[in-house]
């Protein structure tokens, strides 16, 4: 499976994606469901975010089957854990839901350090 991965500006000068494409590489994490994985691309959605279908449609162009937006993205760390909400964004759903439309790939929420019981969302 062909993979493009969406981050954040937010974080965007603190983290260069390693834990999220080593899971990408791992296959574990987001990418647990796929059998082998390769990594399209990466783009940097900046806000409010208006740029993030023509990332996605660039993604596939280049041969992206499936599109990633980062975990960090709806999550956030609390004492070292990962825990569901209060994420950077707050309306990735919104933006996952359009690339998925607008490009008729899956857009999942999720790449690495998912936090506990959270199974990925698919758009
Ligand atoms: S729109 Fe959301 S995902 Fe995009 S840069 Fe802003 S907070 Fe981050």
Redo the contacts with the bound molecule.
């Keep these: 499976m062909n993979i493009g991965i969406i981050r954040?500006?937010?974080n965007g000068d603190r983290c260069p994606l390693t834990g999220c494409i080593k899971s990408l590489e791992k296959r574990n994490e987001g990418f647990s469901n796929y059998d082998e994985t390769e990594l399209t691309g990466i783009f940097t959605?900046?806000?409010?975010?208006d740029k993030?279908v023509d990332f996605g449609k660039i993604l596939k162009s280049k041969g992206a089957e499936a599109i990633h937006f980062c975990t960090c993205?709806f999550s956030r760390k609390v004492d070292g854990k990962w825990v569901l909400g209060d994420g950077?964004?707050d309306?990735?759903d919104e933006?996952a839901g359009n690339v998925a439309k607008e490009t008729g790939l899956p857009c999942v929420k999720g790449t690495a350090h998912l936090p506990e019981g959270y199974q990925p969302v698919v758009f």
Excluded at 45 to 49: A, L, Q, S
């Design positions: 954040c500006e937010k959605c900046k806000c409010p975010g993030v993205t950077f964004c309306h990735v933006l």
